[in-house]
């Protein structure tokens, strides 16, 4: 059964809302447009991407455009069917008995209730127990609670999952029936100048980051962190959150040692205090992530000078066809 649609979402379609959208989620136009059709239709939606690249903001902008409550969840193998649907208070039921005034409701039941948005991250981390029950909820539109009786989704509730298709430590394989029953999003890294003006929003509406804006070479700061992700000894390479750390960290470190930021010990120190703990480096490598972090900020710069070709035989060193004196003429 397919979720109703949502209340709110349908009317904010339009090119003036999506102008909007263009200026909260950069570079996500296509996706936009997606994400509210599935929505407006009574769709449930599957996100699926790395980390950083706008799922969560993309959904919380949109929530607040149609004016829907937004219910978050962070998916990990402690969230249980019981920690997800809600429980009776223990020490009323020892008072009163199983009354309904006495359940509190988990964070499905609240969105089921109040026909709210639920946004389930990292659903690739949720027990296959848990993931059972949005099934249920997914097709049929209502959940049967054990003592408290039927739970009916009010208009407007959607599923909203998100997941990293790339982490496979502490993940599972998402089964077809989950699939079978939602639109599936896919979102990539923007690209480098749309990440550029990311971490150029973000350090510049940060506490005391407008002045980050004068920092030169935020490109180079966005190529390093893009390095990360094609270099072959990294699993996992770092979100953009690594540029906006590298620039704010870069900032502040100058002005506590009194250098310029293109300082190079500020701008590695910054480099790797934001993205060694973003990198997930291949088991059983030889180096740390310290040492392939310092190694990419050589080559984006310090890069290695370029030499000269080699000279041909014969041919007169730093002279041209042009430059080089015609031979004498015979006599």
């Not at 136009?29 to 009574?42: C, D």
């Not at 455009?65 to 997800?84: D, K, N, Q, Y």
């Not at 993940?171 to 550029?196: F, N």
């Amino acid at each position: 059964m397919a979720a109703a649609p949502v209340s709110g979402v349908a009317a904010i379609l339009g090119r003036a809302t999506l102008a909007a959208f263009d200026e909260a989620v950069v570079g996500r136009r296509s996706e936009t447009e997606v994400l509210l059709a599935a929505l407006a239709a009574g769709r449930h939606v599957m996100l699926e991407g790395p980390p950083g690249t706008g799922k969560s903001t993309l959904l919380r902008t949109l929530a607040d455009a149609a004016g829907v409550g937004l219910v978050f969840v962070e998916g990990s193998a402690e969230l249980t069917p019981g920690r997800l649907v809600g429980s009776h208070d223990p020490s009323r039921v020892l008072a009163e008995g199983y009354r309904d005034e006495n359940f509190l409701d988990g964070p499905l039941v609240q969105a089921l209730r109040g026909g709210e948005l639920l946004y389930l991250e990292e659903l690739n981390r949720v027990p296959e127990e848990t993931i059972n029950v949005l099934i249920t909820v997914m097709s049929e539109g209502e959940l049967h609670v054990p003592r408290l009786g039927l739970v009916r989704a009010a208009p407007g509730f959607a599923l909203v999952a998100a997941m990293n298709p790339f982490d496979a430590v502490g993940t599972a394989r998402i089964s077809a029936a989950v699939y079978d029953r939602t639109c599936r999003i896919r979102m990539d890294y923007q690209s480098a100048p749309d990440e550029e003006l990311v971490v150029a929003r973000a350090v510049c509406s940060a506490p005391g980051g407008g002045r980050v804006l004068d920092i030169p070479g935020l490109d180079r700061v966005v190529a390093l962190v893009r390095a990360t992700r094609d270099h072959p000894e990294i699993r996992i390479g770092s979100s953009v959150r690594g540029a906006i750390d590298m620039v704010l960290v870069a900032d502040r470190l100058a002005r506590l040692r009194d250098v310029p930021t293109s300082d190079p010990g500020v701008g590695l120190d910054a480099a790797l205090a934001a993205l060694t703990g973003r990198i997930r480096v291949h088991e059983g490598g030889e180096r740390s992530a310290e040492e392939i972090i310092t190694e990419l900020w050589h080559l984006v710069y310090d890069p290695p000078a370029t030499t000269d070709p080699p000279e041909e035989p014969g041919k007169a060193v730093g002279a041209t066809g042009r430059d080089r004196p015609a031979p004498p003429e015979p006599h």
